[in-house]
């Protein structure tokens, strides 16, 4: 009986250990599941807030142009009105000399007909006085011919009185007719290039509105970016803690690193602070940039184990290397992945092509080195290049 309950106690007991191993297998596995789940949820967020942000910009740009080539129309249209608004000054000038000169004539020519009419009003008044009667009156010959002479004067400076008159009139009706028409046509163009300008500011207005509404969208998608961005962030800082407390038994491969970009040694961007290309505000660049073109071939900086081979939306194409003793190097943005996760590489083995996914402006390699779960300066481990 003792023997039977014993046997029970230590099946009982070799169960609770099995269950105990199998739950201490499981919950990493299901860790890490959780986590890559949840890695795979963020990388899908800020991928699609990436395009709504390219999406916005790009609809922004649009919009600017379109705005910049109606403020361009504008500013043509003022120049326009300007030049419009100098020659009615001009035309109101000049109309104001011609209005005066066209008095100072009309003063003249009814002047002249006032002293016509008295004249003739005279002449009926003192009976019936006719040029012929005034030549028939002469006393002599020479009184005749002199008479004759001074009728003729009279009768051709009446002629020339008359005409004189009628013309000046008929100058004076067209001047006026021709400067109001002249001033009627430039004030008409005017009124319509202020028509023209008044709709473009309506457009540049409403333009101007719409990149209000587009740079707030940008905004809010600049916040969930950061947020997606931290929870990234806090990924990588679990990525950096399980590489440097999974190397406590692991040493350092050792060595300098070698430079990951053979023949390609220019760097854009150094490592520290800079305007970051998304958010455009100030943030740390956690490594160096180094450009080349699309296609040249990226290298191991040290032996180690690739620990990440895949894309990130901000990173792109990218790979992670442990190299044991807290070391680990980032290289990202390729064109193409030459390794996966889990496979050993040497020191200068290709792994990568130099590419510009992600969030990249251009092809150049993004190199990162992290100590102990921390960022640090890459050029601090090259001895030469």
Known sequence: MKNKTKSKIKAIVAVVIVLVMLLLVILPLFSGTVQAATEKELKQKQEELQKKIDAEEEKKDEVATEKEKLDHQITALHSEISVLNDNISKLDSEIGKKQ???????????????????????????????????????????????????????????????????????????SKASIESNKAEV???????????????????????????????????????????????????????????????????????????????????????????????????????????????????????????????????????????GYATLYAHASALLVSSGQKVSKGQAIMKVGSTGNSTGPHLHFEVLINGATSNPMNQFSAR
């Open 187 to 325: 004030t008409a163009d005017k009124d319509e290039l202020a028509s023209k300008k008044s709709n473009l500011s309506y457009l540049s207005n409403q333009r101007q509105q719409q990149i209000n509404n587009i740079t707030a969208n940008v905004e809010e998608y600049q916040k969930q970016y950061e947020a997606a961005e931290r929870a990234m962030n806090a990924l990588k800082s679990q990525l950096s803690g399980s590489l440097s407390s999974s190397n406590g038994s692991v040493k350092y491969v050792g060595g300098t690193f070698t430079w990951p970009i053979p023949g390609y040694s220019n760097i854009t961007s150094q490592y520290g602070y800079r305007l970051h290309p998304v958010l455009k505000v100030n943030k740390l660049h956690t490594g160096v940039d180094i450009s080349a073109p699309t296609g040249a071939q990226v290298v191991a900086a040290n032996g180690g184990t690739v620990t990440k081979a895949y894309y990130n939306s901000a990173y792109g194409n990218m790979v992670v290397i442990d190299h044991g003793g």
């Open 100 to 174: 005066a000169e066209l008095e100072a004539a009309e003063a003249k020519v009814n002047m002249q007909d006032d002293l016509f009419k008295k004249r003739i009003q005279v002449m009926s008044e003192q009976g019936n006085w006719n040029y012929i009667e005034i030549l028939f009156s002469s006393s002599s010959i020479n009184d005749f011919f002199s008479n004759y002479e001074i009728m003729t004067e009279l009768l051709s400076y009446d002629k020339n009185l008359l005409n004189t008159m009628k013309e000046a009139k008929q100058v004076i009706a067209d």
